[in-house]
């Protein structure tokens, strides 16, 4: 049974920083491309970054890009964002995932497992 545990989400002021990390077991972890997602009250889900499976190829929504920054701990079965200078336009619940395959992609389609999510909330 695969398991996604996400942590690190909390309240902030804006132009803060929060470091979101997500945890995997159950799966082959360093086999696949992981990704970052979003969804804010009222809005549809959205991408917010992903990165394969090497940790070699990192991609941005042009929302987050120069400001959010993901990684990978294959050792550890753990993925992390590290977002800095954080806006209210930022809050939302953000959700990690596994990929389908090791190459990172931007659809959700594309992710199987998913966390439960954690709470990011920016304050003006």
């Known amino acids: 049974q695969v398991q996604v545990v996400e942590s690190g989400g909390g309240l902030v002021q804006a132009g803060g920083s929060l470091r979101l990390s997500c945890a995997i077991s159950?799966?082959?972890?360093?086999?696949?491309?992981m990704g970052w997602f979003r969804q804010a009250p009222g809005k549809e889900r959205e991408f917010v970054s992903a990165?394969?499976?090497?940790?070699?190829?990192?991609y941005y929504a042009d929302s987050v890009k120069g400001r959010f920054t993901i990684s990978r701990d294959n050792a550890k079965n753990t993925v992390y964002l590290q977002m800095n200078s954080l806006k209210p336009d930022d809050t939302a619940v953000y959700y990690c995932?596994?990929?389908?395959?090791?190459?990172?992609?931007?659809?959700?389609?594309?992710?199987?497992?998913w966390g439960q999510g954690t709470q990011v909330t920016v304050s003006a």
């Open positions: 995932a596994v990929g389908v395959y090791p190459r990172a992609s931007y659809r959700a389609d594309e992710y199987a497992n």
């Open positions: 159950g799966r082959t972890f360093k086999n696949y491309a």
């Open positions: 990165i394969n499976w090497t940790g070699g190829s990192t």
